[in-house]
């Protein structure tokens, strides 16, 4: 059963890069949905030929007829998969943002058998010269083409690269054309096969009813009593801005209940009507309040921020005002589904820039679950009754990949409750680990903007001069944290802050940042490797015991385009107990290094842009076979799992 396992995991993982320069490189999807979609094309071809001879003209219309009743006999599956309440993945286990790509692939399906349709239709007529006259004189072959034409439209506007060009108008005008679409092949259809119109119209109502009275329920007033709110609507959310033009919105005391790695639709009216954007959870249930972070682009969420700029500016002392500036919001959700982590023995988890609000959950809510049963011995991750619960997880490796240190203060606070937690239940003899590390980049590719994606890449350090302060703080640390299960704290000297234009290790905005690949980060940790940078009008100062500063950009136009130092790893004083590295992380050696120190099966989770999560698949694939799995070598397994940024 392992060995199955492992083949159909691999199998199911793997694609195929392809690289034809350095500007372009394509990766194919993983070939577990290709050949799921493969097998209903074929399936759906060998209906629609089965004992018909396509080279004999006098059966072109009995296929015209056949591919006619199997296009329509597709139709409930497109909307089902299209459903947020999705019936299909409730009983697949899954949710419905993992079934999407399935929802516009078999539409492709679907509009392949409709061409084929129309297409033997117009052979057959053809040869009579008869296909104009049928178009302009009967009314089933006219609302028939109509209904191609719609389906056509559909599919090429569903393409990624329109799709993402106005990701609100095309669901609107989505929604407008699929009512056409059905009106239009209702019309068409003898009403014999109605019955094939008439199902997903009833899928559809449902799903929009079902998502209706749930939402009702979840935000009026009047089902939520204990919340004691006098408006009609329960949630209300505070805006506050962060760096990077991000948007911390906050609900407290929300009339939802929801795990980590869930996200929800949140709609705003009063300042984006109409607009329905999902956002993941970056709290847990035991903060007992919902957070998301929102990255300003176009439209809502740049509504949002600058709301949030507004209620920062009110005096402190006008609480009045800033209880004023609270929003009423409307919740739908919570969506998502993700197979519990606690049931594996080791987990990866990977993000970039903002995927982090995907993974910070999924750690905090194990190491949560540890803080609760940790009077246990072991803290209860070997002891049976704790096991039948699931939460057999033992180490925990946690990477972020961002491009401005600025990001950092998103989750700052809480990788240091994990850390001080975790801390805390190694000296109660807790057999658990948890390994942090962040890495600063200016890759776009691994935390910044993607053209392909439409995720905005965050700004670098503000423009405006700064005072004079201290960044880091040298100092040295136990030589104990070396060993085997250590919280180890190493920190990178901040980026320059200046605008100059420069190449090489420069950032977007011309501070000092490394771009280089790091395949070791123990050894990184260990030696005193640098990065030269050259990149304009603020100097920094490194030296062994002695607080590393940066002067303003007044003080320091005399020393412009100066060599500067930028330290891959410093010791800072004071211990936040997790690694900050300059430049890009080794996801095959981070997984390899993990899995040697596995015990049981291991799961590793990604999120952020494309070239990030095509990264750690590939990395997953190839170390599995590696270390032959599938051949019962007695390594274990490997789950994986992907959450990509876009729409």
Known sequence: MATITALTREFAYASFPLVLSKRFRWTSPALGGVSMIMAELILVLVLCFYKLDSRDQWQWENIGYRTGFIAAAQLPLVVLLAGKRNIIGWLAGTSYERLNWLHRWVSRVLFLTVTIHLGFWFTSWDRYDYIMVKLTTDPITQRGFAAWCILLWIVLSSLAPIRRLNYEFFVIQHVVTFVGFFAAVYLHLPSEVKVWVWLPIGFFIFDRSLRAFTTVFINISIFNRKTRHTSTLVPKATFEPFAGDTTKITIKNPPIHWKAGQHVFLTCHKLAPLQAHPFTIASIPADGKLDFLVKSKSGGTKSFFRHAEKSQSLPLASSDLRHHHEQSVILEGPYGRIRPLRQFDSVFLIAGSSGATFTAPLMRDIVSNWWKHRNNRRCGWAHPAFAFQGAATRLIRFIWVIKSQQQLDWFRSQLSEVVADVRQMRQDGCDVEVDISVYITCDDSFAGSNPSTGESSIPGLPQEDQEEKSILESSSTDSGREKH?????????????????????????????????????????KSDRQCHCNCGTDKVEIAEDKPITVQSSKESTAVASQNLIHKEVLQPAQDMGFSILSGRPKPRNLVRKMLEQALGESAVVVCGPKGLVEDVRQSVVSLSDERAVHKGTGAQGIYFHAEMFGY
């Open 485 to 525: 299960g250590r919280i180890s704290l190493a920190s990178v000297s901040s980026s320059s802050q200046d605008r100059a234009k420069v190449s090489g290790s420069c950032g977007p905005n011309g501070y000092c940042c490394c771009m280089k690949t790091i395949e070791d980060e123990s050894e990184v940790r």
